[in-house]
C-alpha cells in the first residue's frame, strides 16, 4: 500500500527560481534562506520519496478567472510549465502518475471533497519553485509529482479548517492506494506577505514563527482564524499559509520535526521550511 | 446590483480580490491574463489603447493601463498577479509597485523590508528548534 512518510513546506515566491536560474544561492542575500534548505534535501535524498503530491496555488497560468477551482488535481502523466508572462524559459515537463491522481480523486469525492479534476494542467512558479529548491534543477526530474493546486487567489477561498480537512481525507486517499509508493507531501507558499496596495511590505515574523510551530505541533490552533483574521495579520498573500495545513492534515497527529527554518525578508516574504515525518 | 460587505474591506491599504473586484475588472484582467503569450506582449506593446478596445478595457481601467498607474489598477480590480505579468517585463518589479503604492522609493521600501528581519538569529535562538546557519 502508499504510505505518506512525511511533509515538507516552502515558500514559491518566483525570486526564488530566478535566484536558482542566476547562480545567486551563495550570495549574501540568499545564503541564509538557501542553506536552511540543505536539512531538508538531505531528508529528500535519503527517504526516496517516489511520489512528492505539491500543494500550490497557480498564479494565472493554468488557471483564468473564468473557471476557478476551489480545489483541482492534476490526473495527468505529464505536467508543463510554461511562460508566465516573463518570458523566463520554461523548466523541464514534470512526471506524473494518472492512475494515482485518479485515485485519489475518486477516493476524495467519496469523502466529500468534490475536486476538480484536470488532465491538463500548466503548472507555474507556485508548484515549480519548491521542487527546485528542494531537488536542484534537472532536466530529468528525480521524483513523480501530483500537483493539487488550491484556489488563495481570488475570494472565497477555502478556510484553514477545510485545507485541514482536505489533509485528513488526502492521507485517507493515498494510504489506501494498492500500489507500494513512499509519498511526501509539499505544503508551499507563505509565510507571511502582501504584494499589493499601500500595505504592500508587511511581514509578521512573531505571527510566521507561531504558525511554524502550531502547525508542526497543534495544527488544530491555525482553524480558528477566519480568513479575514489571516489576512490581517499575515497580509492578504500571506493567505496562501492555509495549503501548509493540507499537507499537515496528510499527516499523522503527532511527528517528529526533522527541520525547521525561517528567513525573513526574502523578496517581499516571510519564508518557512519544515521537515516533518510520520513515526512508522 | 447589492454586493455583500465582507470584514476583510476594513484593513487599510488593501484590496482583497474577490468576486465584487472580479466582476468588475473582467476585462482589465482577461487583457492581463493575456500577456502569458509573447505575440499579445508584442501587440500591446505596439498599440497599447488599441489593445485595450480589443479587450473591451475601457473607461477608467483603460486610462490606468496607459499610464501604468497600478495602484489605480489594483484599486480597480486588477489581481496582483495578473497585473505582475504587465509591470515586471516593462521594468517594474514588485517592489518598485510596492514602492509606488506608497509613494516611496523602491531602495526605502527594501529597507523597510530588510528592517523586518532585524535580530532575526537571536529571536529565532530564544524561541530554540530553529535551524540557525
Known amino acids: 500500500m502508499a504510505k505518506i512518510i512525511g511533509g515538507v513546506t516552502s515558500s514559491h515566491i518566483p525570486a526564488v527560481g530566478n535566484a536558482i536560474a542566476n547562480n545567486l544561492t551563495q550570495e549574501p542575500y540568499w545564503k541564509r534562506f538557501f542553506d536552511g534548505y540543505e536539512p531538508a534535501k538531505a531528508w529528500l535524498q535519503e527517504k526516496k520519496p517516489d511520489v512528492v503530491i505539491v500543494v500550490y496555488n497557480d498564479h494565472g497560468l493554468n488557471f483564468f478567472l473564468d ?168 497580509g492578504t498573500e500571506g493567505i496562501e499559509t492555509i495549503m501548509w495545513l493540507v499537507m499537515r492534515g496528510a499527516l499523522q497527529s503527532n511527528v517528529k520535526v526533522v527541520h525547521k527554518h525561517y528567513h525573513a525578508p526574502i523578496s517581499n516574504t516571510g519564508a518557512g521550511v519544515l521537515v516533518l515525518e510520520n513515526y512508522l | 446590483m447589492t454586493w455583500t460587505t465582507h470584514d476583510y474591506e476594513n484593513i487599510p491599504g488593501t484590496y482583497v480580490f474577490d468576486g465584487k473586484h472580479s466582476y468588475g475588472a473582467y476585462p482589465l484582467n482577461k487583457l492581463l491574463f493575456s500577456f502569458n503569450t509573447e505575440e499579445n506582449r508584442t501587440e500591446f506593446d505596439a498599440d497599447p489603447a488599441a489593445y485595450c478596445d480589443k479587450f473591451g478595457v475601457e473607461g477608467k481601467y483603460k486610462e490606468f493601463v496607459l499610464k501604468k498607474d497600478f495602484l489605480g489598477m489594483l484599486r480597480a480590480g486588477a489581481n496582483i498577479y495578473f497585473m505582475a505579468k504587465m509591470a515586471i517585463p516593462r521594468g517594474t518589479s514588485v517592489q518598485d509597485a510596492g514602492a509606488q503604492f506608497q509613494g516611496i522609493t523602491t531602495k526605502e521600501f527594501q529597507a523597510k523590508l530588510l528592517a523586518k528581519g532585524d535580530g532575526l538569529v537571536e529571536r529565532l535562538a530564544k524561541r530554540g528548534g530553529y535551524w540557525n546557519g
Open chain 1, 67 to 234: 473557471k476557478m477551482p476551489t480545489f483541482a488535481l492534476g490526473c495527468a502523466d505529464t505536467y508543463h510549465n510554461d511562460d508566465e508572462g516573463w518570458a523566463l524559459k520554461p523548466v523541464a515537463p514534470f512526471k506524473g502518475d494518472a492512475a494515482f491522481s485518479w485515485h485519489i480523486a475518486e477516493s476524495l469525492v467519496e469523502q466529500k471533497f468534490d475536486i476538480c479534476t484536470c488532465q491538463e494542467m500548466k503548472v507555474d512558479h507556485g508548484f515549480v519553485n519548491p521542487i527546485r529548491a528542494l531537488y536542484g534543477t534537472h532536466d530529468v526530474w528525480p521524483v513523480t509529482t501530483i500537483p493539487l493546486a488550491v484556489n488563495t487567489v481570488q475570494h472565497p477561498v477555502p478556510t484553514a479548517a477545510r485545507c485541514l480537512e482536505l489533509g485528513r481525507a488526502l492521507r485517507t486517499a493515498v494510504e489506501s492506494y494498492p500500489a507500494d509508493l513512499n509519498v511526501v507531501i509539499f505544503g508551499t507558499g507563505g509565510l507571511s506577505h502582501q504584494l499589493q496596495g499601500e500595505r504592500a511590505g508587511l511581514i509578521d515574523v512573531e505571527f510566521d514563527l507561531e504558525c511554524m510551530e502550531r502547525i508542526a505541533n497543534d495544527p488544530e490552533w491555525m482553524t480558528q482564524f477566519s480568513n479575514s483574521e489571516i489576512m490581517r495579520r499575515a
